[in-house]
């Protein structure tokens, strides 16, 4: 690489697009003015950045920015990793990769600027596990729903249910008397491939739970209703190192996974809508089916949270009543984090 122009020495920040191939950069210096605009390839990337002094690198927040913010903070910078939606207010009329890097760096100098933490390569293994199980229950469902149909062609038909879809699976390996031979040698691969999928899910729960009973904060939030081992851990992976206390309040973290209202207020208006779904869809999903699982169950206990639930039950809709106790499931687990004590029927 050729060696740095003097002006390359008053470089402070510097706005990075990330790409596959070919990144986009955006250098400027204390007032804003740009020093040097680039397109990189991805194997001389390391080398631009090595060859600079210590400055501020700002992304865009996604999985692989994770990866090079540990390389750069390994050389001495500081990394900023920003929410896309933060950033997007800041591009100039079209978007290009250029444009994109230049709204990086703008947003890198707003005050009050929110960034993502950085995350540990053994933090993003901890979230893959729980991405693999997620990837691995979908094609379980694809399964069974394939499963049902091909039968139902046959008249053989289940009543609705993950459970009574398993029986089917269970005809079809035993040789039933309603199927006939060619269409059991059909859906023979179907069903293998089944249990491949069924055994992988199994050991995967077994590994979650086993790191569950290592970790004192899982084990905390799994004093809480609703919340089980799979649930625990997803919340200690996608929080990461920054903790509980990256957040300023427990309707701060419910917001952060969003679970309250959107506004769309003007004029001293206040107009409140539909639950914001800004945080992490997997994580949320796991809120709102173990609220289902607590309102479903809530006559079977008597603490005050379940005799909320039943109220909620009484005057709303399931799914409703589910969001809602899920954002009040959401401020305990941040309470039961922030204190280090375990939940109290």
Same mark, same amino acid.
């Given at each position: 690489? /050729? ?12 706005? #990075?697009?990330?790409? &596959? ?10 007032? =804003? ?21 210590? %400055? ?5 927040? %996604? ?12 050389? *001495? ?27 990086? %760096? ?40 394939? +499963? ?33 031979? %060619?269409?059991?040698?059909? #859906? ?5 491939? #089944? ?7 199994? =050991? ?15 084990? #905390? ?6 919340? =089980? ?11 990461? /190192? ?5 957040? /300023? ?12 209202? *959107? ?9 409140? *809508?539909?639950?914001?779904?800004? *945080? ?5 999903? +796991? ?31 399931? &799914? +409703? ?25």
């Amino acid at each position: 690489m /050729s060696k740095l122009s003097a002006d390359m020495s008053s470089v402070t920040r510097i706005g #990075l697009d990330l790409a &596959k191939h070919v990144f986009q950069v955006h250098a400027v210096d204390d007032f =804003g003015n740009p020093i040097d605009k680039r397109a990189i390839r991805r194997a001389k990337l390391i080398d631009y950045f090595a060859a600079l002094e210590p %400055c501020t690198i700002g992304m865009e927040a %996604c999985s692989s920015a994770h990866h090079w913010a540990r390389q750069f903070e390994a050389m *001495g910078h500081r990394v900023m990793l920003i929410p896309p939606i933060y950033v997007k207010p800041f591009v100039k009329r079209q978007k290009t990769d250029a444009n994109d890097a230049a709204a990086i %760096c703008e947003a890198m100098g707003r005050p009050g600027m929110r960034c993502v933490p950085v995350r540990s390569i053994e933090n993003q293994a901890a979230k893959m596990v729980h991405g693999v199980r997620e990837t691995l229950s979908g094609q379980r469902v694809q399964l069974l729903n394939a +499963l049902r149909g091909h039968l139902a062609e046959a008249g053989v038909i289940a009543a609705q249910g993950h459970q009574h879809a398993r029986k089917l699976a269970e005809l079809v390996e035993q040789g039933c008397d309603r199927i006939p031979a %060619c269409v059991r040698d059909a #859906l023979l691969p179907l069903v293998a491939r #089944l249990r491949d999928i069924e055994a992988a899910l199994d =050991g995967i729960d077994k590994r979650i739970a086993v790191a569950v009973k290592a970790d004192p904060d899982a084990r #905390l939030l799994m004093t809480i209703p609703g919340v =089980g081992p799979v649930k625990a851990s997803a919340i200690v992976a996608t929080i990461g /190192s920054g903790g509980i206390g990256q957040f /300023s309040g427990a309707k701060n973290f419910a917001a952060w996974l969003g679970l309250t209202p *959107g506004q769309h207020s003007s004029g001293g208006k206040q107009r409140i *809508g539909r639950i914001t779904k800004m *945080g992490d869809r997997y994580l949320r999903k +796991l809120f709102v089916v173990g609220a289902h699982t607590v309102l479903i169950h809530a006559d079977k206990h008597d603490d005050r949270m379940r005799q909320w639930a039943r109220k909620l039950r009484a005057t709303k809709k399931i &799914k +409703l009543a589910a969001v809602a106790l899920a954002n009040k499931t959401a401020r305990i687990v941040y309470a039961v984090l922030a204190t280090q004590k375990p939940y109290a029927a």
